[in-house]
């Protein structure tokens, strides 16, 4: 069975004309515990496949609105030990790497994807954000990698960029924004999701 992890009702509006006899969607809210806990029960239901799709924010300037990729890495780019233990930001412990991998189809431009609980135009995260080599950034995504991997379960990521970092204040952008990039969401979808 596969199962949608999908954060925003506007965005699972992109899935549900497509879920095919046997899948699932979740429709879990914004943040990184909503997307775990709903990958983690999906997981349980007998979701052998997640899937994750919806608007993110760019960081390369070459990006543009309404761009579409698909995440080959993931990394929460908000944990942080190294206060503790000295590791580089992103790996949690028992870990070697910040990157959670993810499967790609090779149907978009594959990308790294930040995953953290804020939606900011702070400089603050921008030295994390390139040494990490994240060009997309989200809300939930690494969660949803994280939680996959962890049970050995599959899982591809989507993204379309409602903002990109340098071009506005990224909230505003965002709002001006979201309808174009679902609509560029629900043309590259099809494509992407086939079994």
């Not at 899948?23 to 997307?35: Q, S």
């Not at 994390?128 to 997309?136: F, N, Q, S």
Request: net charge negative.
């Amino acid at each position: 069975m596969r199962a949608f992890v999908i954060a925003m009702e506007s965005e699972a509006a992109v899935v549900r004309p497509f879920l095919k006899d046997g899948d699932r969607l979740y429709v879990a809210g914004v943040g990184k515990v909503n997307a775990a806990a709903a990958t983690q029960k999906a997981i349980d239901a007998g979701a052998d496949e997640i899937l994750n799709c919806g608007v993110a924010g760019g960081f390369d300037p070459a990006m543009k609105i309404a761009d579409v990729f698909e995440i080959d890495r993931a990394v929460e780019y908000d944990f942080d030990l190294a206060q503790l233990n000295g590791t580089e930001v992103g790996v949690h412990n028992e870990r070697t790497t910040p990157y959670f991998g993810l499967q790609t189809r090779g149907l978009f431009p594959a990308r790294t994807l930040g995953s953290g609980d804020r939606f900011s135009d702070s400089q603050a995260d921008l030295p994390v954000l390139a040494r990490l080599g994240v060009t997309i950034r989200d809300m939930e995504g690494a969660a949803i990698a994280h939680v996959c991997e962890m049970n050995g379960v599959p899982c591809r990521i989507l993204k379309c960029l409602s903002d990109v970092h340098g071009q506005g204040a990224m909230t505003d952008q965002y709002k001006a924004n979201l309808s174009k990039a679902l609509l560029s969401l629900a043309k590259a979808f099809p494509a992407w999701c086939g079994k």
